[in-house]
């Protein structure tokens, strides 16, 4: 029998707000353990939670960047369920009432577009962490992220490949970032992701038994933790056995699944409404208000990158995948403007060491005006390409300016006809047997004489002159 999967993401987006979502204790990742806490978020009696509005504004922004409708009335719920990093005994969350419903994205999936619904965007707060002791059995718990304000995408049951599943994750980070709502940093844990899986027979409507998958903290292990699941669940659908709907946890040691938990259902829970806390009235005027705030967005930006400059679309797809990437580009254009060519060295040269670096373009070290001063030297001669590249480098390294450092090392490309005219001569007197094939009709020696000249040169002539000069000779 053949079998197709169906596969919905539930993301987790914790929001970079200064404080949580119902106190006023700092978010900040990396402190000392239990130092960010304070009675509210660590469930003292008495206390009361008090709605952080910026968390409010910054699902709203979400919720619209992805077409879902807003609910003019949502309310939080109390999740109720036990475990060590839960403070309260509960999680303040939002269930029957959540801020947004009935959204969608496209995703680019080997040049076709598909649409995956969102079910889904809701508010809610993060539990703690459980540190565990590598030399005996006990485990810490820090409660530093309890009450971290985080929003939960959910989408609808639309993907059927390993690979559109990482494809849509990556956009939900895409949005999130541009938007400048998280960070999407799943190695911190500020983006997270559980993957609900389930096999069924080609052409059924029905949904099969799911499992959730959870620990993947990164695009390749959704990827390979969904492929492993998807071959065990078949493996077990073949051989007539039942798939149990149960949590399992990806070893990304081991690049298998394991058997966690059984999967609850929502009445496991018990949700009720929280009686501490009013329900969230949003009206049309707060909406828009949010709307006007919002930025140009990577799918815009892409349509323009290509109308505006000219560019590919693979050059607009890779300069817009990040906010701080294309206003990098942007910046570098102003100061030179031919969009291609900046495109051509940001990608083959900036993106290549920044890569070799595990850096982000925050943290270039050579500023957009510095790159658009380069590309100036090499157009108006000053620098041939070759000797660009050595600069390029040495910039990279120290930050410095192109201009400083072609003075400082004395790599001003030679246009002196009778200095280039000197050095081929010398290299046609080098080589007699290739002038004389040259002559006889093997043109394609012309290269071999200019990489002589070149070479000669220590790069600094100027090819041009090169090519006409050995052309007049020859």
């Known amino acids: 029998?053949?079998?197709?999967?169906?596969?919905?993401?539930?993301?987790?987006?914790?929001?970079?707000?200064?404080?949580?979502?119902?106190?006023?204790?700092?978010?900040?990742?990396?402190?000392?353990?239990?130092?960010?806490?304070?009675?509210?978020?660590?469930?003292?009696?008495?206390?009361?939670?008090?709605?952080?509005?910026?968390?409010?504004?910054?699902?709203?922004?979400?919720?619209?960047?992805?077409?879902?409708?807003?609910?003019?009335?949502?309310?939080?719920?109390?999740?109720?369920y036990f475990y060590p990093d839960l403070p309260k005994g509960y999680q303040i969350s939002q269930y029957e009432l959540p801020l947004a419903r009935d959204g969608w994205v496209d995703v680019d999936i080997d040049?076709?577009?598909?649409?995956?619904?969102?079910?889904?965007?809701?508010?809610?707060?993060?539990?703690?962490?459980?540190?565990?002791?590598e030399f005996q059995p006990s485990s810490y718990v820090d409660f530093n992220r309890t009450g971290v304000p985080l929003i939960e995408i959910v989408s609808e049951p639309d993907m059927k490949t390993s690979e559109e599943a990482a494809t849509y994750l990556r956009t939900i980070r895409e949005i999130l970032r541009y938007l400048e709502i998280c960070d999407g940093n799943m190695e911190e844990g500020s983006l997270r992701c559980d993957a609900n899986i389930s096999l069924r027979p080609a052409g059924a409507t029905y949904l099969g038994v799911k499992t959730e998958l959870k620990n993947m903290n990164s695009f390749r292990n959704v990827q390979k933790a969904l492929d492993f699941e998807i071959r065990r669940q078949r493996a077990l659908l073949e051989r007539g056995e039942p798939v149990v709907q149960e949590t399992r946890l990806w070893d990304a040691n081991r690049n298998i699944t394991l058997s966690m938990r059984g999967k609850e259902e929502a009445h496991d829970y018990r949700y009720f409404p929280d009686p501490d806390l009013v329900p969230v009235v949003i009206d049309d005027a707060?909406?828009?208000?949010?709307?006007?705030?919002?930025?140009?967005?990577?799918?815009?930006?892409?349509?323009?990158?290509?109308?505006?400059?000219?560019?590919?679309?693979?050059?607009?797809?890779?300069?817009?995948?990040?906010?701080?990437?294309?206003q990098y580009f942007e910046a570098v254009v102003s100061g030179f403007p031919q969009p291609k060519i900046v495109s051509n060295w940001m990608m083959s040269e900036l993106l290549r060491e920044l890569k070799r670096d595990e850096r982000e373009i925050e943290s270039c070290p050579i500023p957009p005006e510095n790159l658009a001063g380069l590309?100036?030297?090499?157009?108006?001669?000053?620098?041939?390409?070759?000797?660009?590249?050595?600069?390029?480098?040495?910039?990279?390294?120290?930050?410095?300016?192109?201009?400083?450092?072609v003075k400082e090392k004395g790599l001003t490309q030679v246009k002196d006809e009778g200095a280039i005219e000197a050095i081929v001569d010398a290299v046609l007197a080098e080589n007699p047997s290739e002038v004389e094939q040259y002559r006889g009709g093997k043109e394609k020696l012309m290269g071999f004489f200019v990489g002589q000249v070149m070479r000669k040169s220590k790069g600094k002539a100027n090819p041009q002159l090169v090519n006409e000069i050995l052309r007049k000779k020859l």
């Open 1 to 80: 029998m053949q079998y197709e999967t169906v596969i919905g993401l539930e993301v987790h987006a914790q929001l970079l707000t200064r404080s949580k979502i119902f106190c006023g204790c700092s978010t900040t990742f990396g402190a000392g353990p239990n130092t960010h806490t304070c009675p509210v978020c660590l469930g003292m009696p008495g206390v009361l939670p008090v709605l952080n509005r910026e968390v409010v504004e910054f699902t709203i922004r979400m919720a619209l960047a992805t077409h879902c409708r807003i609910t003019p009335y949502s309310q939080f719920a109390r999740k109720n």
């Open 111 to 133: 040049g076709d577009t598909r649409r995956i619904r969102i079910h889904r965007i809701h508010m809610e707060e993060d539990a703690g962490k459980l540190v565990h002791d």
């Open 286 to 326: 707060w909406t828009e208000a949010v709307r006007a705030s919002l930025p140009e967005l990577a799918d815009a930006k892409r349509e323009r990158f290509a109308e505006e400059y000219g560019l590919p679309a693979y050059d607009a797809q890779v300069l817009t995948s990040s906010k701080a990437l294309a």
């Open 375 to 405: 590309l100036k030297l090499i157009d108006e001669g000053i620098v041939s390409g070759k000797i660009a590249k050595t600069v390029f480098e040495e910039m990279y390294t120290t930050g410095k300016a192109a201009e400083a450092i």
